[in-house]
């Protein structure tokens, strides 16, 4: 039901392996169960209101992201191991934005059958003395968090979304908790950079050239362009080379925003 054509010759070319791929030629051929996947996104808010000299004070905030599973065995134990290795994610004008996508079944993690939870945490650990004395907060938020079926398709099944359900989860077959003074939720549009104490933030991006139409944009096959309901993408400061040496390109001088989404002219 994956694939409009399927060869008969070689009706396995489908049979998963590690990360599940096969290609057939330079055909890439996908083998995904109908078991749900765990997708997700994460950004790290910067912050910039520092003294004059060291505006940046999240510049060496490392925050702990770990997901863990617990599994009901057949004897009444429990089994607890890694969903993935602890991601140490910095401010999102250092890192970018996080994404992750796990499948619960025969492609990655094995869950079929299995009575289990997972628990996803974050903490700031790492930088926590500089954090207090500054008595700031860390602002993580949780742009996209759902479980669903056939994510490559053109039709996925989408069980449950943070942004459809926020923490409600009737009727969907699982149950869903959260620490109740440090979960809020913010409805409405969420920028991913901005201005803030007179420095520029965002995600640093690159660009390519198109001769055909003299503007630069970003490569249609890029991450950023899957975002859940991403509305716009806006420029901020552009910087490249000039005679060899690194240059600040001025908006409005040097560059402008084009009519595409993404496009620099």
Not at 41 to 68: A, C, H, L, R
Not at 121 to 143: C, G, H, K, M, S
């Amino acid at each position: 039901e994956k694939n409009t054509k399927i060869d008969l010759i070689d009706p396995f070319i489908n049979g998963y392996n590690e990360r599940s791929s096969a290609f057939v030629g330079e055909e890439e051929m996908p083998f995904e169960s109908n078991y749900p996947h765990l997708i997700g996104t994460v950004w790290v808010e910067p912050d910039f209101n520092g003294p004059v000299d060291d505006k940046e004070q999240s510049i060496g905030d490392y925050i702990g992201i770990n997901m863990m599973c617990e599994v009901q065995n057949d004897d009444g134990s429990t089994s607890v191991f890694p969903l993935g290795y602890e991601v140490m994610l910095r401010p999102g004008n250092r890192d970018g934005i996080m994404t992750f996508d796990f499948s619960l079944g025969p492609e990655d993690l094995f869950l079929m059958n299995l009575t289990c939870s997972i628990n996803m945490t974050f903490d700031i650990a790492f930088n926590e003395e500089n954090i207090y004395e500054d008595d700031r907060q860390v602002d993580i938020y949780l742009l996209d968090l759902r479980l669903e079926e056939n994510p490559s398709s053109s039709d996925p099944n989408t069980i449950w979304s943070i942004y459809e359900n926020q923490l409600d989860s009737s009727g969907k077959g699982f149950t869903l908790s959260s620490e109740i003074n440090t979960v809020s939720y913010d409805y409405g549009a969420v920028s991913l950079g901005g201005v803030e104490n007179n420095v520029n933030y965002g995600v640093e991006i690159e660009n390519v050239y198109d001769p055909e139409i003299n503007s630069y944009r970003i490569e249609e096959s890029h991450e950023l362009l899957k975002l859940l309901k991403l509305d716009s993408i806006e420029a901020l400061e552009i910087n490249g080379f000039v005679d060899g040496e690194e240059f600040t390109f001025t908006k409005g001088v040097d560059w402008q925003e084009g009519l595409e989404l993404s496009e620099i002219e």
